[in-house]
């Protein structure tokens, strides 16, 4: 069926540092793909999206491209922030519904 | 001016209780979800309605039922509380189905002692 994988985590950088976090998804038809984020003790709330392939969605400093030929829509970020710390997950839509990853918790210390 | 906004934000009860988790939305849009998200923050869409009616019915069990008295509202009912019920519960509203841009509640986190 219809699936999501993502890098798992925690990962802990170090502020200023270069961000990536990989996630591929299953190639049935051309989903629509985003990336959500979960600030701690909140919901979540969408970070940036990218509907066909080699579309870059960005969105805060957060880029990702939809790689069609990998079925990739990897999370990246030159320079993180302590308030980035967060978990992210990336999410095809297929039809009616959001398939979310497992979620990669970010931790970014001063 | 909150979007979208869930009732209670903390819920303990004991096993085999009812409770009810509401919701409501105030964007204007057409479709409305329950998802349920784990300890380990997997997340997992349990029901989703599209202006009242019933869209997505995932593999869930009965003791769980969700209503839509309007399109801005969708409460979902539990019965015979478990343990493996503690979670925390997200409400989320999206324009329209299909749509992959969907805005999210605070959460319910409900705890079955």
């Known amino acids: 069926g219809d699936s999501v994988t993502q890098m798992e985590g925690p990962v802990t950088l170090s502020e200023e540092a270069f961000l990536t976090i990989n996630c591929t998804y299953t190639a049935t038809g051309y989903p629509s793909l985003f990336w959500y984020v979960q600030y701690p003790g909140e919901g979540l709330q969408l970070l940036l999206k990218?509907?066909?392939?080699?579309d870059k969605g960005s969105n805060k400093g957060f880029e990702a491209t939809y790689r069609k030929e990998t079925t990739s829509f990897h999370l990246e970020k030159g320079s993180v922030q302590v308030s980035d710390s967060a978990v992210y997950f990336c999410a095809p839509n297929y039809g009616d519904k959001l398939i979310f990853g497992q979620g990669t918790e970010l931790s970014v210390k001063p | 001016d909150t979007a979208v906004s869930q009732t209670p934000k903390y819920l303990v009860t004991q096993m085999g209780n009812d409770k009810s988790i509401k919701c409501e939305q105030n964007?204007?849009?057409?479709?409305m979800y329950w998802y349920k998200q784990d300890s380990k923050k997997f997340l997992k869409i349990m029901f989703s309605y599209n202006n009242k009616e019933l869209i997505i019915n995932e593999t869930v069990p009965n003791r769980f039922s969700p209503k839509s008295p309007d399109k801005a509202h969708l409460n979902l009912h539990i019965n015979s509380l478990e343990l493996g019920d503690s979670a925390v519960y997200f409400c989320?509203?999206?324009?329209?189905?299909?749509?992959?841009?969907?805005?999210f509640g605070p959460g319910t986190r409900l705890t079955v002692t």
């Open positions: 964007l204007g849009h057409d479709t």
């Open positions: 990218a509907t066909k392939a080699d």
């Open positions: 989320a509203s999206s324009p329209q189905t299909g749509r992959g841009e969907q805005y």
